[in-house]
């Protein structure tokens, strides 16, 4: 590890080698990881971790670790629930929270922004200029971009805007041997699709260190519906009548949700129409 230290100490690359930053990079937020910790016990623990600030220091960075055979955890917000970033081999854990540039393209529907870019922080400055990404995961504000790809995230508003494979654009990344790689912005093109290789690649690939998105201009009208139902059946019944009525938003609860949630013992459905048409389609749905 001192030779991998000493190459990021000339290579310029910010890292750390504190224990607070160590313990911060041991895990995700598998519910295991959390018991461990309660009894003060780290899952695993990398050796360094390293604040790469742009596509090239993340380039050096996997040059030094492939030319000196040191594993590479990716960590963005730390919020994924399966295990797999784990530092299990200690090596280097690579934080994303750096990569945090964003660039807006309001004409051509288009937001580029660095992988470590927190969704929530995201969100607002969009909301601010009329849009929104429409991809809102429950951990919106503990996720990154990056984090997204790489697991193939779904959002609430998934039923009518797509997943996030559906939302991306194009990316950079940088494979393990520190090429870069970049996509044209266009949303087809010929040849390989780099995009769908690295959605739900969990960092096995390489770094995604640049996204860029879709956006939506926030939608002028909407018509929320909620229903109750005295049995899971009938939700689903009606969730499948109301597809056809494209929501952007549907969620069917079961009764311990729904009384976690609203407060009543029963099933529920909760619905939202957006856009020309909302109304209508609400109207529709309720009746
Ligand atoms: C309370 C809570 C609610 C959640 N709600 C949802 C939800 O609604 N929808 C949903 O899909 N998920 C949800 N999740 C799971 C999690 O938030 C998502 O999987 C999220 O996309 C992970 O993003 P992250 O930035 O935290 O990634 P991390 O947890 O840091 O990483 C997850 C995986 O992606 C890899 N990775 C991260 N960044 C990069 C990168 N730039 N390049 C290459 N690999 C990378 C990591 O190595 C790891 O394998 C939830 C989790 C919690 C704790």
């Known amino acids: ?9 000339s290579a310029g690359i910010s890292f750390s080698t504190d224990y607070e930053d160590l313990i911060a990079h041991c895990k995700d937020f598998n519910p295991l ?14 050796e360094v971790v390293v604040f790469p600030k742009n596509v090239e220091e993340v380039s050096k960075v996997l040059k030094i670790a492939n030319s000196l055979r040191t594993p590479v ?12 970033a784990t530092p299990y081999e200690g090596g280097i854990a690579l934080s994303t929270l750096g990569l945090d540039w964003i660039e ?10 660095g992988s470590g870019v927190v969704g929530g922080r995201l969100e607002k400055i969009l909301n601010h200029r009329g849009f929104s ?24 508003f ?8 559906d939302l991306i654009v194009s990316l950079k990344a940088v494979m393990p041997n520190g090429e870069i790689l ?8 010929a040849g390989v699709d780099l995009k769908r290789l690295f959605v739900g690649s969990e960092g096995l690939f390489g770094v995604i260190a640049e996204v860029t998105m879709m956006i939506f201009e926030l939608p002028k009208e909407s018509f929320k519906l909620s229903f109750e139902y005295e049995s899971i059946e009938s939700a689903l019944e009606d969730a499948k009548r109301f597809l056809s009525l494209k929501p952007a938003l549907m969620r069917v609860f079961d009764d311990e949700e729904t009384l976690r949630y609203f407060d009543s ?22 009746s």
């Open 158 to 165: 998934s039923t009518g805007y797509g997943n996030i494979e």
């Open 265 to 286: 013992e029963a099933f529920s459905l909760i619905a939202i129409f957006e856009g020309n048409g909302a109304v209508e389609s609400g109207k529709i749905a309720r």
């Open 182 to 189: 970049e996509e044209r912005k266009t949303p087809r093109r």
């Open 33 to 46: 990881h959390q018991l461990k910790l309660l009894k003060k016990l780290t899952p695993a623990l990398p």
């Open 1 to 9: 590890m001192s030779r991998v230290l000493e190459e990021l100490k």
């Open 73 to 84: 955890y990716v960590f963005g917000g730390a919020s994924g629930v399966i295990d797999s």
């Open 104 to 113: 807006i393209e309001e004409e051509n529907r288009i937001v580029t922004c």
């Open 133 to 156: 990404l429409r991809h809102i995961p429950q951990s919106l504000y503990c996720s990154t971009v990056g984090g997204w790809v790489a697991t193939a995230s779904s959002g609430q």
